[in-house]
């Protein structure tokens, strides 16, 4: 496993263990128990092997709390970690040390329950895909379009209701597939961080998209200002952005806050097809989400008085689409 992987599982477990990422950046992050009002920042190392008692010495300095991840620790690391020493997230088994707390342990498991699997992730990318699609899709595009083999977006499609072939690919009944793709999606998943700013959310967004271009970083958006340009009707509430990872946005202007309290939500999606199925914009600084998934954040995370019905109207305009291409 490379310290990319390490990384994304970082903050799933870190999420499932009751840990909230408040801010920061991916070699220093601000964490706390939900509920808790005590944040504590703590510099991340990460390893690609199994963490040796060796190897945490090296790196030992008391001036900031540090948390290790790795795929796995010895059991001199662990007992560390249990003494106060750091804090420790391993992948394999899956385990959270935070505080001197268990907070996440499960032995030799190498997929947790109800861990989204690529099956689900390619049948639920494909069913969206299919219901916002105006033309019809050879498999081999599906597969490329959505990274999966072709193996398993053809064992897809066959189970899938609501779609049907011709000589040019697959056609889906738009207004099914999507009614059925709501009801199931669990949603992005992954971590959310909320920030707070007292410009317009349009302001706010364009404003984020400027760090990330200096980061070199494209970000997808979705929500409200998304719906906005799908189809506009309310007036935008609060931006939300996908990204590819943890950002800091307070030398933006932003200010961490809880997700409830945010103007801005930004999240690093654990579905992998956000990015994939992401539409151009006309600006090339970032992309717009599928109208699929911009219609989920609409009836998910939108807290604009109209959300509801901005969504109903979007829906409308996804089956129309199909209907007259």
Not at 146 to 151: C, I, K, N, V
């Amino acid at each position: 496993m490379n310290a990319s992987a390490v990384q994304n599982s970082l903050l799933r477990l870190l999420s499932r263990a009751g840990i909230q990422v408040v801010s920061g950046t991916p070699n220093r992050l601000t964490l706390r128990r939900h509920h808790s009002p005590q944040a504590t920042e703590s510099i991340v190392q990460m390893s690609d092997h199994r963490l040796t008692g060796h190897q945490v010495e090296r790196y030992r300095d008391r001036s900031l709390r540090r948390l290790y991840a790795a795929p796995e620790a010895s059991k001199s690391v662990i007992e560390a970690a249990l003494a106060d020493e750091f804090d420790l997230v391993t992948t394999d088994p899956p385990l959270v040390i935070f505080n001197t707390e268990i907070l996440l342990h499960e032995e030799n498991s190498d997929r947790r329950p109800g861990q989204r699997t690529r099956t689900a992730w390619a049948r639920w990318s494909l069913t969206r895909t299919l219901a916002t699609s105006q033309h019809p899709r050879s498999q081999a595009e599906l597969a490329e379009l959505l990274g999966f083999s072709q193996q398993a977006i053809s064992q897809a499609l066959h189970r899938l209701a609501g779609t049907s072939k011709n000589e040019e690919g697959w056609l889906g009944n738009s207004a099914e597939l999507l009614d059925a793709w709501l009801d199931e999606y669990p949603g992005p998943g992954g971590t959310v961080q909320g920030w707070y700013n007292l410009d317009d959310p349009g302001t706010q967004a364009r404003s984020a998209t400027a760090l990330l271009t200096e980061l070199e970083l494209t970000p997808v958006i979705s929500g409200d200002i998304a719906a906005d340009e799908y189809s506009p009707w309310q007036i935008p509430a609060t931006a939300l952005l996908y990204l590819p990872e943890i950002i800091d946005f307070s030398p933006a202007g932003f200010t961490p806050v809880d997700v409830g309290d945010a103007t801005m939500l930004t999240v690093v999606p654990d579905d992998p097809t956000i990015r994939r199925t992401a539409q151009e914009s006309p600006h090339p600084s970032h992309r717009l989400a599928d109208p699929a998934i911009v219609l989920w954040d609409l009836l998910h995370t939108s807290v604009g008085p109209n959300a509801e019905e901005t969504a109903q109207r979007l829906r409308h305009r996804i089956v129309a689409r199909q209907t007259h291409a």
